[in-house]
């Protein structure tokens, strides 16, 4: 496997997989492998001849309140993980391959980024998709992992690839989850111990709304307020958002459909966690 930090490198290594007809895939992370990450690796590996998998903190992405600085960070770690699931090349750059002096244009992202977690972190989102149009035009993958537990980082880029006539196919990859529920996150390391205790009430949330939209509710606020009541009756928890929305628009909707998704966001201590689950009725 190599570990490499610029895009001359990367191009290099891609052509070379190219020459040899081989599928180029492309993960895109900030690093701080768990298994989620691991998935992306393993469906990635399945389905391509040459795998790539981006470590990148990406500043454009966070607000200056954010947790930039403490983000977890590991590359060697990282190394041996990627190395286990037979990934090719692992491309770590710094903030000025990505950004050098001078760096001045962005992708804006319209409505679909400005709701949801793009009301809670104005800015979010624009950063996120440019990084990420950055990474197609200096690895010019066939297909790109992304991970359903971002679900609207997923519809963000599957809309930025569709609206700018990307040449590649973006692949969703299932949320993967601790034993008790908990979808895998590098921002779980924050948690203290009653606080990892605690946040195993996100997932309960979404399986009690799943449960009761299965038993037939329709009613869409209903399915929210509970599921919000739910998270509200733990102590330590305080919900940013808790929404139910179409799985293409993210807009919320009165009535449960064939299909909708629940998005929530909420704040365990100082630590903000994001889940969702895509709810699949059939009318
Ligand atoms: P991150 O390093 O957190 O930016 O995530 C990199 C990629 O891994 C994104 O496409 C995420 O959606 C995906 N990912 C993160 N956590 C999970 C998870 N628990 N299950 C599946 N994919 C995930």
Redesign the pocket.
Known sequence: MQIVETIAEVRRAVGKAKAEVKKVGL??????F????I??MRTARRECGFVIVSVFVNPAQFAPSDDFGRYPRDLEADAEIAKTESVDLIFAPSATEIYPEGFDTYVEVGKLGRILEGASRPGHFRGVATVVAKLFGIVSPDTA??????YQ??RVIQKMVSDLDFALEIVP?????EPDGL????RNAYLSKDERAAAVVLYRALEFAEERARAGERNAEALRSEAQRLIESDPLACVDYVAVVDPETLEPVERVGESVVIALAVRIGDTRLIDNTLIEVGG
């Open positions: 993960a895109p992370t900030m690093g701080a768990h298994a989620g990450h998935e992306l992992y992304f991970g359903m537990k971002d980082q997923l990859c299932p949320t993967v989850r979808a895998m996150s590098s």
